[in-house]
């Protein structure tokens, strides 16, 4: 796929990412490689692959519910910056 200048210009438009014309033209480069990479995979012939030959999806495990009555705020609090009635403390953003 061969990129443009306007492609590149739209994608940092939708990205809202600011960048000169030189870092714009080394994206260009760098995708423009990423999608040449992608072609070449598509010239893959795998019409004769089975998708369904091996099951490779994770099981799930089950496990039994059980009550934890045991309260963690304490060890989880320790590694906040600031804490208030055992909970994280954060600056006020309301105006």
């Excluded at 870092?23 to 995708?31: D, M, P, R, S």
């Excluded at 060890?75 to 910056?81: D, G, I, Q, R």
Aim: glycine share 2%; proline share 2%.
């Amino acid at each position: 796929m061969k990129l443009t200048d306007k492609d590149i210009e739209k994608a940092c438009e939708l990205s809202k990412i600011a960048l000169t014309k030189e870092e714009q033209a080394v994206i260009k480069n760098e995708l423009g490689t990423i999608f040449d990479w992608i072609d070449k995979l598509s010239e893959i012939d795998v019409s004769k692959v089975d998708i369904h030959e091996k099951d490779t999806q994770a099981r799930m495990v089950e496990n039994n519910d059980t009550v934890d009555t045991q309260s963690y705020a304490a060890e989880v609090l320790k590694n906040a910056p600031l804490a208030s009635h055992n909970m994280f403390a954060v600056p006020k953003v309301i105006e």
